[in-house]
Each structure stands twice: as C-alpha cells, then as structure tokens.
C-alpha cells in the first residue's frame, strides 16, 4: 500500500502544485469477468487509487495487482503466480486524459478517457467511454471495457488455453473528493 501512496504522491507533484484543483479517490473498485465453458473467473480489486488533475484533464490510476479478490482461493493463486507473475509486476497504472471534461457541470457528462494502460510490463492504448457525475464538490467516474489477455504478454499453457477467455471484460467505479494536502 505505500508503493501505490508513493506513486500517488509523485503523480499529484508532478501534475501541479495547486491542490484545489484536484480530487482523489483511495478506494476505487475495479472488477474483471472471464467467461468459460468450464468455469467463470471474476474478481474485485477495491484498494484502486486515482486522482485527477482539473487544470489538464489528467488522471492517473494504480492498483495492486494480489489486492484482487477471487472466489476460490486456487484461483487467486494462478492468476498472481502464473498469469500475472504479481511478484515481478505487482502493480497496474493507467495514465491518460479526460477528453472534452468540464469539472464545473454539475449531473452526468459521458466523456472519452484516452490513455495508456500498463499491465503484466505491457502498456496499451485505451479508449473509454467513461460516465462523470459531479454532485456538489465529489465526482464518481464509471465505465467499463473489454481487453484481449494476448495484448498484455501473459502465457497461458496449452492445455488450459480453452478455460480461459480470449476477451477480459473491465468494470470499475471512482468516488472521487477534493484532495488535500496534509
């Protein structure tokens, strides 16, 4: 958890020095599902933090990647040590920019994130159709997509190839507060 406060901490310096002008969430939820003939895989990760820089559109995402929360113990296991060797790349970021965002609009706006995903040592360009719901001085950021497990070099034996999904689908919630220094 101090890697992901670290990181956090640098992306807020780094974006600007002026904190009214940002808001961050510590406890952002993201889910993935996988549908199989043999067995479905989902999984919650709710320790995802993100904050957003209002002067530059900017948002910067970081989870940890055993923070996931599985059905089955097994599960958890294969996904940390075999797929996403969570010991070499513990952690997943995103980096991007709100496209066309007015943090002043109050209600709904659904706007495109455009960034880089960075995954298993991979980064991916994304596009997401994302919904902002400003009420007040809080904004909560929803959305998902759909990723290919081939895009992010993650090795699936042979022999399990048919018990795992071609296509990951991605769901994910922000609350986000007005960020503070301390």
């Known amino acids: 958890m101090n890697k992901v406060l670290l990181l956090l901490t640098t992306l807020v310096l780094t974006l600007s020095n002026d904190s009214s002008d940002k808001v961050i969430c510590r406890q952002g939820s ?5 549908y199989t003939s043999v067995e479905n895989i989902k999984a919650q990760n709710n320790q995802v933090s993100s904050i957003i820089d209002f002067e530059s559109s900017k948002i910067a995402v970081s989870m940890l990647m055993n923070a996931f929360v599985f059905e089955k113990a097994l599960m958890r296991e294969h996904f940390n040590e075999s797929y996403i060797e969570s010991d070499i790349y513990p952690k997943a970021t995103f980096e991007g920019e709100i ?5 002043a ?3 709904a706006q659904i706007r495109i994130v455009k960034g880089l995903f960075t995954m298993h040592g991979v ?3 994304l596009e997401i159709k994302t919904k902002i ?8 950021l929803t959305g998902s997509f759909e990723t290919l497990v081939e895009s992010y070099d993650i ?5 399990l190839a048919g018990n795992i999904a071609k296509t990951i689908s991605v769901d ?6 007005p960020y503070e220094e301390k």
Do not use: H, Q
Request: charged share 30%; proline share 9%.
């Open 30 to 34: 993201v889910s993935f599902f996988s």
């Open 99 to 103: 496209l066309d965002f007015e943090p």
């Open 105 to 107: 609009m109050e209600g």
């Open 123 to 125: 980064a991916e360009e």
């Open 133 to 140: 719901e400003k009420s007040g001085s809080t904004f909560t």
């Open 155 to 159: 090795n699936i034996p042979p022999l």
């Open 172 to 177: 994910f919630r922000f609350e986000y507060e």
